[in-house]
């Protein structure tokens, strides 16, 4: 496997606050990343000093072989950077807009257009920039990330702001263009989308990194309880304590809320197979560990986006 990005303790302080505080991470081509964690980790300015358009204090960056900063022309053509806010001429019209980014790397209209279609404008191609909403604006500026066909993409928060049909179209379009072999860097501070969509993710708090791995690795890491659950009603408590450790289960927690008859137990087949048994399986849920109690183990807090 190539290596993308190497970032070796990269630490960036404004003024008071240490906004990066010693981040190694390494990236492989064609990877879909993650950094993750709650407003203020620093993912943008990690992000930043990943790109190229900001310095380090200290630490060292490869991306794509060589040093990003000071301002490497020759990797301009091969990354495409989005930001959290962009900024668009206003009167310009979304098409105007997509073949303007395109014309810079000498991309004609035709392929400029193209990625209006991908990212589904092509029905608002001559909106212009001041009038879209906040979806059209971010599915713009993603595709003016991609306008030059970069081999390398940088995403932060695509998707803040977005309604939940707009996040999944959205996701919808990353897969694809990680598919097509590209790799992606995404902040996020959705632990559902890191879990959806990222093949590793680099959980970020306070400036540093705290886990890297895939989503199930760090979530199978905890070796937390799977919680079942049916509808009350099916199966009284006692009994039902009974029939699951005569199954062999350990019970970590068993209560009925009037609503819920849930279960917290590492092995969650016997409860499984004496709910089906019992007939007793209505309304069924069974839900593991998520990166939610990932963050909550390696902080102590509750996550916060
Ligand atoms: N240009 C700046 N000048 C001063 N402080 C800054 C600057 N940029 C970021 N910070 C501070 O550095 C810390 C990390 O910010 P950063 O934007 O990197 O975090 P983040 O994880 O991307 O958060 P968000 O999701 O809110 O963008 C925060 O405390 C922020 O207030």
């Known amino acids: 496997m190539t290596t993308a990005i190497a970032a070796d303790g990269i630490r960036k302080r404004y003024g008071d606050v240490q906004a990066v505080d010693g981040v190694s991470i390494t990236v492989e081509a064609g990877e879909f990343y993650g950094l993750l964690g709650p407003n203020g980790a620093g993912k943008t300015t990690t992000l930043e000093i990943l790109e190229g358009i900001r310095e380090p204090d200290e630490g060292r960056v490869e991306l794509l072989g060589l040093s990003p900063w000071p301002r490497n022309t020759q990797l301009l053509p091969r990354i495409g ?19 303007t980014f395109a014309s810079f790397y000498g991309v004609g209209p035709k392929r400029a257009d193209s990625w209006l279609e991908r990212v589904g404008l092509t029905d608002s191609a001559g909106v212009r920039t001041d009038k879209m909403s906040g979806g059209q604006a971010q599915r713009l500026s993603i595709a003016c990330a991609l306008a030059h066909d970069p081999e390398l993409v940088f995403l932060d928060e695509p998707t803040t702001g977005l309604d939940p049909q707009a996040r999944r179209n959205l996701w919808d379009l990353l897969r694809d263009i990680n598919a097509e072999g590209r790799t992606v860097v995404l902040t996020t501070h959705y632990l559902d989308e890191a879990e959806v969509l990222c093949d590793r993710v680099a959980v970020m708090d306070h400036g540093k990194v705290l886990r890297t791995g895939t989503p199930a690795a760090l979530v199978r890491e905890l070796d937390d309880t799977v919680r079942v659950s049916v509808e009350s009603g099916l199966l009284a408590v006692e009994r039902a304590r009974t029939l699951f450790e005569a199954a062999g289960a350990e019970i970590a927690a068993l209560e009925d809320d009037g609503v819920l008859l849930s279960v917290s137990t590492r092995l969650p087949a016997p409860v499984l197979s004496v709910l089906a048994e019992q007939g007793a399986l209505r309304g069924l849920e069974v839900r593991g560990a998520t990166l939610e109690d990932v963050f909550l183990h390696l902080t102590g807090r509750e996550y916060r986006a």
Do not use: G, H, P
């Not at 950077?81 to 073949?99: C, G, H, M, P």
């Open 81 to 99: 950077v989005q930001f959290q806010a962009s900024a668009f001429f206003d009167k310009l019209t979304a098409r105007e807009t997509i073949r």
